[in-house]
């Protein structure tokens, strides 16, 4: 079955760098687009980025801060981020769909903080 399994989160000053991963499973991974979400605390959940074979996108968010890519030989996807502010503390969340069916990751806690 489809599996996403994000991972790389954690605690970073403002102004840090956090690069996390999202391991697929049960599917072909190349062949899908995929997606960052995230929910900060009471908000509701964000379109980050997305990336497929038409390229990537970002949200207004992520421009010029975050990148997103992808290594079809591992099945992963990644999200680098720089430049972090209090505010893009959040759960973060890779996406899919397949056979028009959407699945989510659990999520990775990212917690920016002095």
């Known amino acids: 079955q489809v599996q996403l399994v994000e991972s790389g989160g954690g605690l970073v000053q403002p102004g840090g760098s956090l690069r996390l991963s999202c391991v697929a499973s049960?599917?072909?991974?190349?062949?899908?687009?995929m997606s960052w979400y995230r929910q900060a605390p009471g908000k509701e959940r964000e379109w980050v980025a997305d990336?497929?074979?038409?390229?990537?996108s970002y949200g207004n968010s992520a421009k010029g801060r975050f990148t997103i890519s992808r290594d079809n030989a591992k099945n992963t996807m990644y999200l680098q981020m720089n430049s972090l502010k209090l505010e893009d503390t959040a759960v973060y969340y890779c996406?899919?769909?397949?056979?028009?069916?959407?699945?989510w990751g659990q999520g990775t806690q990212v917690t920016v903080s002095s």
């Open positions: 049960g599917f072909t991974f190349s062949s899908r687009a």
């Open positions: 996406r899919t769909v397949v056979l028009q069916q959407i699945y």
């Open positions: 990336i497929s074979s038409a390229g990537t």
